[in-house]
T-cell receptor, first 112, second 112 residues
């Protein structure tokens, strides 16, 4: 089992729709959770961080964390073609030493 | 000045060459990282420096040698690389270890 799992996609949504990106993780002791966006040929850029259960909203982005289910998600409202990118989930693992583990990413395609 | 700057952006080297990648951060952060990103694989953490002390080395082959002379600069010295080392090498920094990371634009390395 991978430590951080994401559906590789591509996830295709129409412009204006809500895009839902999901991530599961294996270490119950994980403490911090991050979403990064990576455009093709570019480096990752931080979108959101979340540390406690529940929702955290920032503009069109909402991160959701459920530690009991070991699940973190990112919702993008009113999706725009410029949101088309790969979204990386990253988890700060507690077991075996603090270490940030990245998922392989989900490719999102927003159709105009 | 952008937050995290990497040079060169592209590098082609033969297997017998010696080269160095450079990273500089202007964010006043105390931790710096080297990551490797290969096609269709998750980001792999190679090295972590915190307050100029190497705190993590994830079983990286000795043909990769990091150097952190101060909290703003990080180098990755390369020698006798293999074609499978071709990848995007990303530098990142964070305020403290394992907090939100900010990435440089990466060096696209090709070993021929």
């Amino acid at each position: 089992q991978k430590e951080v799992e994401q559906n590789s996609g591509p996830l295709s949504v129409p412009e204006g729709a809500i895009a839902s990106l999901n991530c599961t993780y294996s270490d119950r002791g994980s403490q911090s959770f991050f979403w990064y966006r990576q455009y093709s040929g570019k480096s990752p850029e931080l979108i959101m961080s979340i540390y406690s259960n529940g929702d955290k909203e920032d503009g069109r982005f909402t991160a959701q964390l459920n530690k009991a289910s070991q699940y973190v998600s990112l919702l993008i409202r009113d999706s725009q073609p410029s949101d088309s990118a790969t979204y990386l989930c990253a988890v700060l693992r507690g077991a075996g030493g603090f270490k940030t583990i990245f998922g392989a990413g989900t490719r999102l395609f927003v159709k105009a | 000045e952008t937050g995290v700057t990497q040079t060169p952006r592209h590098l082609v080297m033969g297997m017998t060459n010696k080269k160095s990648l450079k990273c500089e951060q202007h964010l006043g952060h105390n931790a710096m990282y080297w990551y490797k990103q290969s096609a269709k694989k998750p980001l792999e953490l190679m090295f972590v420096y915190s307050l100029e002390e190497r705190v993590e080395n994830n079983s990286v082959p000795s043909r990769f040698s990091p150097e952190c002379p101060n909290s703003s600069h990080l180098f990755l010295h390369l020698h006798t690389l293999q074609p499978e080392d071709s990848a995007l090498y990303l530098c990142a920094s964070s305020q403290r270890r394992n907090t939100e990371a900010f990435f440089g634009q990466g060096t696209r390395l090709t070993v021929v």
